[in-house]
């Protein structure tokens, strides 16, 4: 495993086939979380200015357009739509748009676990990039589907990774610079971990200038 950092230089946010029509039949995740954690990851990408890119069938397909919430955060970002491949890399703009970000480390999301995101996972590692696969913004049809292809990716050499320790990965330190990116994602899209902070701000006012 290779232990230098994710950063934003570094890395490459790629979202495969968020689309509505899949939302429908994932069942290995909580759906209105699957979506808060997609929207998160993406956010993330923009925030931090990292490498992105996002894939989707053609919306003309049974599988659809993106999540309209995806959809809406991305705003006129380019959305690479292939044809018929389960394997990214197998389409030429695909493969141009991550060659172009200039960054060989990838956090892959999307859906379905076992399909498009299981082929591009090994497309890219037999690209040779360095694969990270953001477990909790990828779903699928059972929780079983979820965890098998799950394994098969790591056993082949992605590492797993969650969208908001990715974020964290990129902020470093809470007194940097990007540290008010992480905070609002936290506000936005963790809200247990927001609230737990709130209550202790809460406490520290309550007990006034004695406390410190």
């Known amino acids: 495993m290779n232990l230098e950092p994710l950063t934003p230089e570094n890395t490459t946010i790629v979202l495969v086939d968020h689309a509505v029509g899949f939302a429908n039949v994932l069942r290995s995740h909580d759906t209105a ?4 954690n997609v929207v998160g ?16 069938g053609r919306p003309d397909k049974p599988s659809g357009p993106l999540y309209p919430q995806l ?9 690479i739509e292939r044809g018929g491949n389960f394997n990214g890399f197998l389409d030429a703009d695909f493969a141009r748009a991550v060659r172009e970000t200039g960054r060989r480390k990838l956090a892959i999301a999307g859906v379905s676990t076992e ?15 360095e694969v990270y696969l953001v477990v909790d913004a990828t779903a699928s049809l059972t929780a ?10 790591m056993q082949a050499g992605a590492s797993p ?14 007194r940097s610079t990007t540290a008010p990116h992480f905070q609002r994602l936290m506000r936005e899209h963790v809200p247990t971990m927001a609230i737990g902070v709130q209550s202790y701000l809460s406490a520290l006012q309550q007990a006034g200038p004695s406390s410190a």
Not at 33 to 36: M, R
Not at 144 to 153: D, I, L, Q, S, Y
Request: with cysteine.
């Open 33 to 36: 979380e699957h979506i808060n």
């Open 41 to 56: 990851l993406a956010k993330t990408a923009l925030r931090y200015e990292s490498g992105l890119v996002v894939t989707n």
């Open 71 to 79: 959809k809406e955060t991305i705003g006129d970002h380019p959305v």
């Open 115 to 129: 399909g498009c995101v299981l082929q591009t996972v090994l497309g890219a590692l037999r690209e040779d990039y």
């Open 144 to 153: 079983e589907t979820h965890a098998v292809a799950v394994e098969r990716m």
């Open 161 to 174: 990774i969650t969208w908001f320790s990715l974020a964290g990965e990129f902020t470093v330190d809470h």
